[in-house]
């Protein structure tokens, strides 16, 4: 990008001298200097003058380090920049959590690879702030308006109803179905992200038939400890069994569902948007030959 004589000029008036550049640019003086020599050659001008007690900026040389570290750090940064845009057109980056995991996608990257080899996935680690969430191109989760869905768009591929995650002791623990008519006196702990979540209109119906609500922001091991200790039940889709320790989902007798699927950046990569592209077609209503995973 930047022609490199500029490093080396920066390394000369910051250490006054070309053995001091050369030292930290692990070359030999004399190179050090036929780089100064051919800058000040290109540039018509002289930025340094030559003593024996080292070297000195002249006034061209002044002016033009006071610009040549924006310069380094701008080419620098452009140059990141085009490396990771080369990089996203050869791979698929995909965000995952406790919550946000590769249920479907690791069957649909495998049928999708039988029909293209050019591609890699790469997983991208997401925290409980969803850092990382800018580099993922597809995350697999559930639509229950966490804050963090708001700005990518959604593709359904299903539907999962709402469980109860019951304590190995609870009473309900041997129960196959539990009824609304079991509800009535419970204690129910729900995860609620926020007035637009799902999870709401399913609370109310909870509240009517008598349960008492106790609501959490987000997910800790104190919700379990909550739940296990004071034999609470767990609200939750029934597809995060996977995540509950030491508890056991059981089913209600009810159709409350929550929508599940990809969420997906809108400025996709290409790779990535052939990816989305191939479950959008494994998933079309109308059928596919492919063979479709499923929850």
Request: glycine fraction near 4%; charged fraction near 25%; proline fraction near 3%.
């Amino acid at each position: 990008m930047y022609n490199h004589q500029l490093k080396t000029f920066l390394e000369v008036a910051e250490a006054g001298s070309f053995a001091g550049a050369a030292m930290k640019l692990y070359i030999s003086s004399s190179a050090v200097i036929q780089q100064i020599n051919n800058l000040e050659e290109d540039l018509k001008v002289s930025l340094f003058t030559r003593s024996r007690k080292g070297v000195c900026l002249t006034e061209a040389g002044e002016f033009l380090l006071g610009r040549v570290r924006k310069i380094i750090r701008e080419n620098d940064l452009l140059r990141q920049r085009l490396i990771e845009i080369d990089i996203r057109n050869k791979a698929i980056y995909i965000g995952t959590s406790m919550f946000e995991k590769c249920r479907l996608l690791y069957e649909l990257w495998v049928l999708f690879s039988m029909e293209s080899k050019k591609y890699e996935v790469r997983m991208i680690t997401m925290d409980e702030m969803h850092d990382g969430l800018k580099r993922a191109d597809l995350i697999e989760c559930v639509h229950n308006c966490a804050p963090w869905q708001k700005n990518m768009d959604f593709l359904e591929l299903c539907r999962v109803p709402y469980g109860f995650a019951v304590a190995k002791s609870h009473p309900f623990e041997n129960k196959k179905m539990i009824t609304m008519a079991n509800i009535k006196g419970q204690t129910v702990a729900v995860l609620r992200q926020g007035t637009a979540d799902p999870v709401n209109r399913v609370c109310h119906v909870l509240e009517e038939a008598g349960a008492d609500m106790r609501y959490y922001d987000a997910f800790s091991p104190s919700v379990i400890w909550d739940c296990s200790y004071y034999k609470w039940l767990l609200l939750i889709p029934a597809v995060w069994e996977d995540i509950i320790f030491d508890m056991t989902v059981r089913p209600c007798q009810w159709d409350y569902t929550v929508p599940y699927g990809i969420f997906y950046r809108k400025d996709l990569s290409v790779p990535a948007a052939e990816f989305l592209a191939f479950i959008r077609e494994t998933y079309r209503e109308d059928g596919a030959s492919r063979i479709v995973p499923v929850l």
